[in-house]
């Protein structure tokens, strides 16, 4: 299948003691003509990965020529330099002393691990085991750690394949085959799509940014587009280099793991919506407020609050006028937005807020009754939405009712019943960001229509957005990702 893992090694004999399959081909044959053919990603096992040799050339290749490549020649490059530095990794000391302490036949200050695909035989560090990996994405890595005060990575290098023994065997068989089953399916239950889509969510959220019908619907219209998607969450992080292209579906942050996957996939090639520099670039309300001022896209009237004693509030009063706005640079869904109705109250809510962030924004108050959602693929406005305030609220999501987040009304119709000057604001504002999927919180004023937030995950729910659309807007944006992936 052209599009299923290859294998790639420095001599064929090496693969006897594994299941057979025509997924495999030697370093000469890829470096010369038959790899430049292969569209899906590599898996090089090539003996040594040191700098001009062979296997470094395979991965290199494979950069040059579009395919992802476990491992990757970033990751070769850390292997070789792990003398001048090291990847961070956490509770190393904490994983090792426990595992030290449960098996008394292990050396106290020395361990030696092997881990192939992020799996070892230890159970007590399969999860040390799983970190390594995502931190040096290597098939098959040993790892020597010590302690002297403090645990330490001693060694790491790639194991060869030929230099495992029956044991060790198993475990890369078994490790293989659970990270890329493809490589061993002779006949596939399915049909076989020609790309693989990582949709990124979280079951558990609160506040999806997609319902389980949405997501289901994504499903169903990749599929349309030759595309295989499938529903990981956090835990899968080490099974990223699976696919082809990932869509995060999950409230995105700067510290968070949905910025850490977006980052993976661009680093390996892969097609990402979000991108992580529109992560960046929305996520923070204070880069959002700079960004439009510069480029002169009519906002509220801001200004920026940074944590001191010398905050002249009485000042701020009298520029905003009551009641005014505060918000924290990266609250979503009205979260860490408060309004402040006196002096006397805006230092109270500043006081809270700046317990948060020790910079915050202030904004002139606009109230409306709703809020334009326009939704942005590609430089193209492909939904709108109407937001109502929550009832008896001044925002969209009440958060405060009896602890339950209560939310308004909404309304959903087609961008030609949008005013133009509204569809034009969001565009001139998603331009600044790039050409993922963005959704335009705007507010119609007077002085005419301004830029509230620009989302970088906007929320794509069964029902609300896709009511004018239906299952037509999960197509645009499959179809989007198609287009993408063959770019």
Same mark, same amino acid.
């Given at each position: 299948?052209?599009?299923?893992?290859?294998?790639?090694?420095?001599?064929?004999?090496?693969?006897?003691?594994?299941?057979?399959?025509?997924?495999?081909?030697?370093?000469?044959?890829?470096?010369?003509?038959?790899?430049?053919?292969?569209?899906?990603?590599?898996?090089?096992?090539?003996?040594?990965?040191?700098?001009?040799?062979?296997?470094?050339?395979?991965?290199?290749?494979?950069?040059?020529?579009?395919?992802?490549?476990?491992?990757?020649?970033?990751?070769?490059?850390?292997?070789?330099?792990?003398?001048?530095?090291?990847?961070?990794?956490?509770?190393?000391?904490?994983?090792?002393?426990?595992?030290?302490?449960?098996?008394?036949?292990?050396?106290?200050?020395?361990?030696?691990?092997?881990?192939?695909?992020?799996?070892?035989?230890?159970?007590?560090?399969?999860?040390?085991?799983?970190?390594?990996?995502?931190?040096?994405?290597?098939?098959?890595?040993?790892?020597?750690?010590?302690?002297?005060?403090?645990?330490?990575? !001693?060694? +790491?290098?790639?194991?060869?394949? &030929?230099?495992?023994?029956? /044991?060790?065997?198993?475990? =890369? %068989?078994?490790? @293989?085959?659970?990270?890329?089953?493809?490589?061993?399916?002779?006949?596939?239950?399915?049909?076989?799509?020609?790309?693989?889509?990582?949709?990124?969510?979280?079951?558990?959220?609160?506040?999806?940014?997609?319902?389980?019908?949405?997501?289901?619907?994504?499903?169903?219209?990749?599929?349309?587009?030759?595309?295989?998607?499938?529903?990981?969450?956090?835990?899968?992080?080490?099974?990223?280099?699976?696919?082809?292209?990932?869509?995060?579906?999950?409230?995105?942050?700067?510290?968070?793991?949905?910025?850490?996957?977006?980052?993976?996939?661009?680093?390996?090639?892969?097609?990402?919506?979000?991108?992580?520099?529109?992560?960046?670039?929305?996520?923070?309300?204070?880069?959002?407020?700079?960004?439009?001022?510069?480029?002169?896209?009519?906002?509220?009237? !801001?200004? +920026?609050?940074?944590?001191?004693? &010398?905050?002249?509030?009485? /000042?701020?009063?009298?520029? =905003? %006028?009551?009641? @005014?706005?505060?918000?924290?640079?990266?609250?979503?869904?009205?979260?860490?937005?408060?309004?402040?109705?006196?002096?006397?109250?805006?230092?109270?809510?500043?006081?809270?807020?700046?317990?948060?962030?020790?910079?915050?924004?202030?904004?002139?108050?606009?109230?409306?009754?709703?809020?334009?959602?326009?939704?942005?693929?590609?430089?193209?406005?492909?939904?709108?939405?109407?937001?109502?305030?929550?009832?008896?609220?001044?925002?969209?999501?009440?958060?405060?009712?009896?602890?339950?987040?209560?939310?308004?009304?909404?309304?959903?119709?087609?961008?030609?019943?949008?005013?133009?000057?509204?569809?034009?604001?969001?565009?001139?504002?998603?331009?600044?960001?790039?050409?993922?999927?963005?959704?335009?919180?705007?507010?119609?004023?007077?002085?005419?229509?301004?830029?509230?937030?620009?989302?970088?995950?906007?929320?794509?729910?069964?029902?609300?957005?896709?009511?004018?659309?239906?299952?037509?807007?999960?197509?645009?944006?499959?179809?989007?990702?198609?287009?993408?992936?063959?770019?």
């Amino acid at each position: 299948m052209q599009n299923a893992p290859l294998v790639i090694l420095d001599n064929l004999a090496d693969w006897q003691p594994y299941h057979p399959s025509q997924a495999i081909i030697s370093a000469t044959d890829y470096i010369t003509e038959s790899g430049s053919k292969h569209r899906g990603p590599i898996i090089n096992l090539c003996n040594d990965l040191s700098y001009l040799s062979s296997g470094y050339y395979v991965s290199l290749l494979a950069q040059a020529r579009g395919q992802r490549s476990l491992p990757p020649v970033s990751a070769i490059n850390d292997l070789a330099n792990l003398s001048r530095y090291q990847l961070f990794l956490k509770d190393l000391s904490k994983q090792l002393n426990k595992y030290v302490s449960a098996n008394q036949s292990v050396q106290p200050d020395h361990v030696v691990l092997l881990i192939c695909f992020g799996r070892c035989q230890e159970p007590e560090l399969q999860q040390l085991a799983r970190e390594v990996f995502e931190t040096y994405p290597c098939p098959i890595l040993e790892v020597e750690f010590k302690r002297e005060g403090r645990w330490f990575i !001693s060694a +790491l290098r790639n194991r060869p394949l &030929s230099d495992l023994n029956d /044991a060790e065997q198993n475990l =890369f %068989g078994d490790a @293989l085959e659970g990270f890329s089953k493809k490589v061993w399916r002779k006949s596939r239950a399915r049909k076989g799509y020609r790309y693989d889509l990582a949709i990124l969510h979280d079951p558990n959220e609160k506040i999806p940014t997609s319902d389980k019908k949405a997501l289901q619907k994504f499903i169903r219209a990749a599929k349309e587009h030759d595309i295989e998607a499938e529903l990981i969450t956090q835990e899968d992080f080490g099974r990223l280099l699976e696919f082809d292209a990932l869509f995060i579906r999950e409230t995105t942050r700067i510290n968070h793991h949905t910025y850490h996957f977006a980052k993976k996939a661009e680093a390996n090639g892969m097609v990402v919506i979000d991108h992580p520099d529109a992560i960046l670039r929305c996520a923070n309300k204070v880069f959002l407020n700079e960004l439009l001022v510069k480029n002169k896209v009519p906002q509220p009237q !801001s200004e +920026l609050l940074v944590s001191s004693e &010398s905050i002249d509030y009485a /000042a701020i009063g009298e520029r =905003f %006028g009551y009641p @005014l706005v505060l918000k924290i640079p990266d609250g979503s869904f009205s979260i860490g937005v408060e309004k402040a109705r006196s002096e006397e109250e805006l230092r109270k809510v500043a006081a809270k807020l700046f317990e948060t962030s020790s910079i915050l924004l202030v904004q002139e108050w606009l109230p409306t009754d709703f809020d334009w959602r326009i939704g942005v693929l590609n430089n193209r406005a492909i939904y709108a939405c109407k937001y109502f305030m929550a009832r008896n609220h001044w925002q969209i999501y009440n958060h405060a009712e009896g602890g339950r987040n209560k939310s308004g009304s909404y309304e959903c119709m087609g961008v030609h019943q949008v005013p133009k000057d509204v569809v034009k604001i969001a565009l001139q504002a998603t331009k600044l960001i790039g050409d993922g999927l963005y959704g335009v919180d705007i507010k119609e004023t007077a002085r005419g229509p301004v830029i509230i937030e620009i989302n970088d995950n906007p929320s794509i729910e069964s029902d609300v957005e896709d009511l004018y659309l239906g299952d037509e807007l999960y197509r645009i944006i499959m179809s989007d990702f198609e287009r993408r992936l063959e770019a």
